[in-house]
């Protein structure tokens, strides 16, 4: 997989992806243990602000680009089907897709929206916190794992080239 475009997208996709993978790593790694150790309303509280300030970030416009780089791997090693590093080149776009956009998409936005609809001084607050806790904790493992797998993928066509 040699042509000049090919190449622009592996790198392209290799570093959003390794950019992604290093805040889901940060979430999965700190952020969201050192939230289990503040009271409920605070750890509410800073959920829900990084849930609204990253909307306005630059990380939807690498978010949104690495998924479009995604998305062109997949096509353009479909179409250099017969060359060599297309099939590591689609399983890096494919995974990258599904286990981090879809898994987004799917598990972490429901999980956020709902967070921002309690009300943190409820009763059942700490049971929805836990619930919210581990399961978006999960889904950010999987994010995260796919975004390294992706980079990890998209280096190594690039060094077989």
Not at 1 to 15: K, P
Not at 21 to 41: E, H, P, R
Not at 86 to 115: D, E, Q, R
Not at 132 to 143: I, V
Request: with cysteine.
């Amino acid at each position: 997989m040699s042509s000049t475009i090919m190449t622009i997208l592996l790198w392209t996709a290799a570093v959003s992806s390794g950019l992604i993978a290093g805040v889901y790593f940060a979430f999965s790694g700190f952020i969201m243990q050192s939230f289990s150790k503040l009271n409920i309303t605070q750890s509410i509280a800073a959920m829900n602000s990084i849930n609204k300030v990253i909307l306005r970030s630059l990380f939807m416009p690498l978010f949104f680009g690495s998924t479009i780089a995604s998305v062109l791997l997949i096509i353009f090693s479909l179409i250099h089907w017969s060359e060599a590093g297309s099939l590591i080149a689609l399983v890096a776009g494919a995974t990258y897709f599904f286990g981090m956009f879809v898994c987004t998409v799917m598990f972490n936005v429901p999980l956020n929206n709902s967070l921002a609809g309690i009300d943190h001084t409820s009763t059942n607050a700490p049971q929805i916190w836990s619930h919210y806790l581990k399961t978006w904790t999960n889904w950010n493992h999987l994010r995260m794992i796919c975004s390294i797998v992706t980079c990890i993928l998209c280096i190594w066509v690039l060094s077989n080239q």
